[in-house]
């Protein structure tokens, strides 16, 4: 019984920020999300901000991974151009995963955003949508084509399941 102990113990990541903020940086970096995570900060709740926690030259996948399994909750600030971005919706995939798996809170904020567009995959979020399906549709790799359509369905899914969430809204802040 011990060793399932240490191994359950060895598994799980160690918590080092209370949050992961997911963001699209051309919509909100340099106005919502700057102001919601200073708010943060100074309440002194630690705060994984991309910009200020990864290194240069360092990869961000494996640290975006280490840092949403190594948070207490996630904030996900879903703008126009969220689903537009592969990055944001491996984010968001990777985010789904961690609540589903462990104790992880996911607090959606939709800014400038209707949650239903997010679920229902209409207006930016249906036209991001359609560009990486047409994306996919031209790869010539079949292997990565695969690939990238089971991506799609996921994200697709992904994006349902996170506007079903109780969030805030934001709009016009």
């Given at each position: ?20 903020l997911s963001f699209r940086g051309k919509d909100t ?47 996900i600030v879903l703008s126009k151009n969220y689903a ?29 955003v209707e949650p239903t567009h997010i679920r229902k ?53």
């Open positions: 019984m011990a060793i399932l102990t240490e191994l359950s113990e060895e598994q799980e990541a160690p918590i080092t920020y209370d949050v992961f970096r340099l106005g919502f999300t700057d102001h919601l995570y200073q708010a943060l900060v100074n309440e002194n709740i630690s705060t994984f901000l991309d910009e200020e926690e990864v290194e240069t030259g360092e990869k961000l996948k494996p640290e975006l991974e280490r840092a949403i399994k190594g948070s207490r909750a996630s904030i537009s971005s592969t990055w944001c919706l491996d984010e968001l995939m990777m985010i789904l995963e961690q609540r589903r798996d462990s104790n992880h809170i996911v607090l959606p904020i939709f800014y400038n995959q209409k207006s930016t979020f249906g036209k991001a949508l359609f560009k990486h399906k047409q994306r996919i549709e031209s790869e010539k790799d079949a292997e990565k084509k695969i690939e990238d359509a089971h991506k799609l369905e996921m994200w697709t899914k992904g994006l349902t399941k996170i506007a079903d969430l109780k969030g805030k809204d934001a709009t016009g802040r």
